[in-house]
């Protein structure tokens, strides 16, 4: 009998969470430490750059960093067929991308005064261990995890993430000006040291399917044809997303704010509004539906770059800071229902594979906008650039909405009423 069969009757309705709270424990950390480093490499970092005077078409470059997050699909075949010495096959890798990553942070915080070209050298490599290790922790939840407890994962991953963005983006970059550049890295290569050592005690060989499947060779360019279609929906979303909220922290430094200004709100306001309406967006989902949720949210993200356009033309501070807000809000709303379709688009006998395919195809497809993203906006203007980014994003939004309603149509999801 399972926990949950076990804790069906009324007598023993709790008794289920306090296993499942305490195998959350192993993911929730690793999506804290994944947090952390993106937040601080992708957010953290580039604002405080510019702090320093790096011209934004040198601080979009940097972006390119993240590059090996939309690569990952190029060796997830490689990691599903080869198992390492001495662990279990997905927490072997998890722990030597991890260690690995962390001691290219110890490097990373003794190149302060290292030229930018050895920065971004020991970023992108400090990404692709990270994006190695969230490639294997993801092929551990669809192998050892029911798939009615992956709602729990899921949950534990967005909030993780998100306090691993508040300490990265947030507490770390607010405090490099105070602390230095060198402690500010070595506190991010203590916190992804310590986070992964929970999974070690996770019993991956004795939860693992009987029926799990290794990636043959060949199979991946058969399954990105397969859902090339969903890649090119969810590229040109991303792309789309990163214009209208991925540099409000670099426009509002432009603005005039301080970095440690512009650091509480895109490195703390952000981590603490996506925690919490990743907590909520589940029971909004169930309880309206999909489609209405990311309709609305679409739409209030669409106001908030329209109002951020006004702020930044006008050169209001006060309004500019607010839209930033209200955009992290709609957008976090946006998250999960998006995701939870992600999943749905990868499931079947290669789910970790697809999943690699298509989170990191459409993230690659995003490159080109993450890259010269800061490049256009000193070439337009703030204001211009996000005038622009609004009506491209209402567009990939509604190419996105009609491949949801599609899925929908053809598998209906669960009614509010019912559980899964």
Known sequence: MSAGEAGAGPAGAAAPWRPRLRSLVPFFGLYVSFGAVFGFLAGGAPLILRARGVSLAEVGLLQAMNLPLGLTFLWAGTLDRTRLPLLPHRIGWIVAAQALSVLLLLGLAAAETAPLAALFAL???ICACTATMDV??????????????RVLVSTAKFCGASAGGLVGAGLLAGSAERLGWSPVVLALAALAAVCVLPILLYPERRLRRPDAIVER????????RAVGGHVLVLGAYFAALQAISGFNGLALVDLGLTLAEASLVSGTALPIINFGMSLAAGLLVRRYGTVPLVTVGAAGLALAGGAMAVALGLRLPSLAVGATLAGYLFSTALGVPVF???YRWAEGPRAATDYALLFGAA?????PVRVGGPALAGATGWAGFFALAVPVYVAAFWALRVAIRRSLA????????ARP
């Open 363 to 367: 993230f690659f497809a995003s490159m």
């Open 136 to 149: 294997s922790l993801e092929a551990l939840v669809v192998e050892t995890v029911a798939p009615a407890e």
């Open 217 to 224: 060779p060949g199979g991946r360019l058969a399954r990105l």
């Open 340 to 342: 939870n379709m992600l």
């Open 123 to 125: 970023g992108t490599a």
């Open 410 to 417: 053809e598998r209906p999801e669960p009614s509010a009423t």
